[in-house]
C-alpha cells in the first residue's frame, strides 16, 4: 500500500485581482396620482416577483403599532385570515408586516403571473382591514408571550438599557411596548391607528421580478388607485448627541454572562465620512477577521460572537458594539475593547487589513444585491432614507478609493473610546469593581 504524504509546502493564495465598478440595474420610478412612489426592476433570475410597500409610521403608538403588524392581515370585510391565505397559496405568495420606529414595511412574494392578484390583495388589506376580533384577541396574547419572554433574555435587556442611554428623552429610546399596554389594545383602536397612519402620502412599494418594470407599475396603479391619498406623516426629531461619561451598569443578580454594549458615534449614509467609517468599522470589529474579533474572540476565548456595526435610523446613526462574555471575565473584556478601539483611533491600518476589509464590503455589497429578495430589501431600505439603488455604485466607489489616511482620520473621529458611552447588563456585586478599575461606573436607575 502506498502511502501520500502531503505537502509541508503552502500554496500562496492567489493575488485579488482590481476592485470592478459596481453595476446596479436600471430602474423605472413613478409617483401614483394617490401619493405613492412606485420603483420597479426586472430581475430574471426565477420566474417570481418580490414587493416590499414601506409607509412612514413614526411616533406611532407603540402598543397599537406592534399589534397592528400582526393583525393588519387578518381578513378585510369581505375576506377572513384564512382566505387570504388561501388566495395567496393560489398565486405561490405570501404577505407579512412589520415595523421599527420609523416604518411598517409590508413583504410579499408571488409567481410572475400572479403580482395583480398579490396587489389586489394588498390593496385590500390596506383600504379595508376589519381587524376582528377574535383574530385580535389571539395575536394579543401571542404578542404579550413574545414580549414577556423577550424581557427575561439578556440581549434584549441590554438592547433597551443602551436605548435608553443613548437617546434620552428621544422616541427612540423605548422600541418595546410593555406587555400590559398591548394588553389593554382593543380593535377599534387599531381601526382608528389605520385609518390615521396608513396612507400612500409617502410611501414606497417597491416591486422586483421576472417582468417588465412598466408592466409592473402598471399593475401597481391599476391595483392600488383606491389606496386613500391622505395623511400626513409625523416628523422625529434628530437624535441627541452622544454623551459618553460612566459606564452604566444594570444588575442581573446570578447571571453567568454579562451583556457588554457600546455606543460610538457614526453618519449616515449620505455624509461624506460613511465610506470610511465603514471600513475603519470593519477593522475594528465588524467581521470575522477583524481585529477585536481576533483579540477577544480568538486569542482570550472571552467571547463566542462579539459584532459592531452601523446602526441607521431616520433620525440619526450609531455604531454599536455587542459582545457577551462570561461573568469573572466582564472586566478584562472591557479593558481589551477599549485597548482596541483605542488603536483603531491613533494607528493607521495596515495595508493588507484595509485591502481585506475593502473586499469584504464591496463583497457584501453584491451578495446583497444577488436575490430579488436581497435586491427588493436594498432599494426599499435607501428609499425611506430619500436614496435610490445608484447610490450603491456611488458607495462603492468611496470604498474602493478610501485610502489609510482617510480611514485612520475618520477612525480617530469616532471611534475614539473617549466617545464611547457604555452599559453592561450583568451581576453587579461580581463585575463591579472589575469595571470601576477601568473607569467611572453608575447603577443604572
Given at each position: 500500500?502506498?502511502?501520500?504524504?502531503?505537502?509541508?509546502?503552502?500554496?500562496a493564495?492567489?493575488?485579488?485581482?482590481?476592485?470592478?465598478?459596481l453595476?446596479v440595474?436600471?430602474?423605472?420610478?413613478?409617483?401614483?396620482?394617490?401619493?405613492?412612489?412606485?420603483?420597479?426592476?426586472?430581475?430574471?433570475?426565477?420566474?417570481l416577483v418580490?414587493?416590499?410597500?414601506r409607509?412612514?409610521?413614526?411616533?406611532?403608538?407603540l402598543?397599537?403599532?406592534?399589534?397592528?403588524?400582526?393583525?393588519?392581515?387578518?381578513?378585510?370585510?369581505?375576506?377572513?385570515?384564512?382566505?387570504?391565505?388561501?388566495?395567496?397559496?393560489?398565486?405561490?405568495?405570501?404577505?407579512?408586516?412589520?415595523?421599527?420606529?420609523?416604518?411598517?414595511?409590508?413583504s410579499?412574494?408571488?409567481?410572475?403571473?400572479?403580482?395583480?392578484?398579490?396587489?389586489?390583495?394588498?390593496?385590500?388589506?390596506?383600504?379595508?382591514?376589519?381587524?376582528?376580533?377574535?383574530?385580535?384577541?389571539?395575536?394579543?396574547?401571542?404578542?404579550?408571550d413574545?414580549?414577556?419572554v423577550a424581557?427575561?433574555?439578556?440581549?434584549?435587556?441590554?438592547?433597551?438599557?443602551?436605548?435608553?442611554?443613548?437617546?434620552?428623552?428621544?422616541?427612540?429610546?423605548?422600541?418595546?411596548?410593555?406587555?400590559?399596554?398591548?394588553?389593554?389594545v382593543?380593535?377599534?383602536?387599531?381601526?382608528?391607528?389605520?385609518?390615521?397612519?396608513?396612507?400612500?402620502?409617502?410611501?414606497?412599494?417597491?416591486?422586483?421580478?421576472?417582468?417588465?418594470?412598466?408592466?409592473?407599475?402598471?399593475?401597481?396603479?391599476?391595483?392600488?388607485?383606491?389606496?386613500?391619498?391622505?395623511?400626513?406623516?409625523?416628523?422625529?426629531?434628530?437624535?441627541?448627541?452622544?454623551?459618553?461619561?460612566?459606564?452604566?451598569?444594570?444588575?442581573?443578580?446570578?447571571?453567568?454572562?454579562?451583556?457588554?454594549?457600546?455606543?460610538?458615534?457614526?453618519?449616515?449614509?449620505?455624509?461624506?465620512?460613511?465610506?470610511?467609517l465603514?471600513?475603519?468599522?470593519?477593522?475594528?470589529?465588524g467581521?470575522?477577521?477583524?481585529?477585536?474579533?481576533?483579540?477577544?474572540?480568538?486569542?482570550?476565548?472571552y467571547?463566542?460572537?462579539?459584532?459592531?456595526?452601523i446602526?441607521?435610523?431616520?433620525a440619526?446613526?450609531?455604531?454599536?458594539?455587542?459582545?457577551?462574555?462570561?461573568?469573572?471575565?466582564?472586566?478584562p473584556?472591557?479593558?481589551?475593547?477599549?485597548?482596541?478601539?483605542?488603536?483603531?483611533a491613533?494607528?493607521?491600518?495596515?495595508?493588507?487589513?484595509?485591502?481585506q476589509?475593502?473586499?469584504?464590503?464591496?463583497?457584501?455589497?453584491q451578495?446583497?444585491?444577488?436575490?430579488?429578495?436581497?435586491?427588493?430589501?436594498?432599494v426599499?431600505?435607501?428609499?425611506?432614507?430619500?436614496?435610490?439603488?445608484?447610490?450603491?455604485?456611488?458607495?462603492?466607489?468611496?470604498?474602493?478609493k478610501?485610502?489609510k489616511?482617510e480611514?485612520?482620520?475618520?477612525?480617530?473621529?469616532?471611534?475614539?473610546?473617549?466617545?464611547?458611552?457604555?452599559?453592561?447588563?450583568?451581576?453587579?456585586a461580581?463585575?463591579?469593581s472589575?469595571?470601576?478599575?477601568?473607569?467611572?461606573?453608575?447603577?443604572?436607575?
Open positions: 500500500m502506498t502511502v501520500t504524504t502531503p505537502s509541508t509546502a503552502l500554496r493564495l492567489p493575488v485579488l485581482g482590481p476592485n470592478r465598478a453595476k440595474p436600471s430602474t423605472v420610478e413613478h409617483k401614483l396620482d394617490n401619493g405613492l412612489t412606485v420603483i420597479a426592476l426586472r430581475r430574471s433570475s426565477v420566474p418580490e414587493i416590499r410597500l409607509v412612514p409610521f413614526a411616533q406611532a403608538d402598543a397599537r403599532a406592534a399589534l397592528l403588524t400582526q393583525t393588519v392581515l387578518s381578513g378585510t370585510s369581505t375576506m377572513s385570515t384564512v382566505d387570504i391565505a388561501a388566495e395567496l397559496q393560489k398565486v405561490g405568495g405570501g404577505l407579512s408586516a412589520g415595523a421599527d420606529p420609523d416604518r411598517l414595511l409590508i410579499g412574494n408571488a409567481l410572475v403571473d400572479g403580482l395583480d392578484r398579490l396587489l389586489d390583495i394588498l390593496a385590500g388589506v390596506l383600504t379595508d382591514a376589519s381587524y376582528p376580533g377574535e383574530e385580535v384577541d389571539t395575536e394579543r396574547s401571542r404578542l404579550v413574545r414580549i414577556r424581557q427575561s433574555q439578556p440581549s434584549h435587556l441590554a438592547r433597551v438599557a443602551l436605548l435608553k442611554r443613548m437617546y434620552g428623552a428621544h422616541p427612540y429610546a423605548i422600541q418595546t411596548p410593555a406587555p400590559e399596554q398591548v394588553a389593554a382593543v380593535p377599534d383602536e387599531l381601526r382608528a391607528l389605520h385609518g390615521e397612519r396608513l396612507h400612500p402620502a409617502g410611501a414606497t412599494l417597491v416591486i422586483v421580478g421576472d417582468l417588465e418594470p412598466e408592466q409592473a407599475i402598471a399593475s401597481a396603479e391599476r391595483m392600488l388607485a383606491k389606496w386613500n391619498g391622505g395623511g400626513s406623516p409625523a416628523e422625529l426629531p434628530p437624535v441627541p448627541a452622544l454623551e459618553p461619561g460612566p459606564l452604566t451598569l444594570v444588575d442581573r443578580p446570578d447571571s453567568v454572562q454579562s451583556s457588554l454594549r457600546l455606543a460610538l458615534p457614526a453618519v449616515s449614509r449620505k455624509h461624506p465620512d460613511h465610506a470610511a465603514q471600513l475603519a468599522n470593519l477593522v475594528f470589529g467581521y470575522f477577521s477583524s481585529r477585536w474579533v481576533e483579540n477577544i474572540r480568538e486569542d482570550k476565548g467571547t463566542y460572537g462579539p459584532h459592531s456595526l446602526e441607521h435610523a431616520v440619526g446613526s450609531a455604531l454599536v458594539v455587542s459582545a457577551e462574555v462570561a461573568t469573572e471575565v466582564t472586566g473584556a472591557l479593558l481589551e475593547t477599549l485597548y482596541e478601539l483605542g488603536r483603531i491613533s494607528l493607521p491600518p495596515k495595508d493588507d487589513e484595509l485591502e476589509a475593502r473586499q469584504y464590503a464591496l463583497g457584501t455589497l451578495l446583497g444585491m444577488s436575490t430579488q429578495a436581497g435586491l427588493a430589501g436594498l426599499s431600505t435607501y428609499a425611506g432614507f430619500g436614496l435610490r439603488l445608484d447610490y450603491l455604485a456611488e458607495h462603492a466607489a468611496r470604498l474602493a478610501a485610502g489616511d480611514v485612520a482620520a475618520v477612525a480617530a473621529q469616532y471611534l475614539a473610546p473617549a466617545r464611547a458611552a457604555a452599559v453592561v447588563l450583568g451581576d453587579a461580581k463585575v463591579e472589575g469595571l470601576a478599575a477601568l473607569t467611572a461606573v453608575q447603577r443604572s436607575s
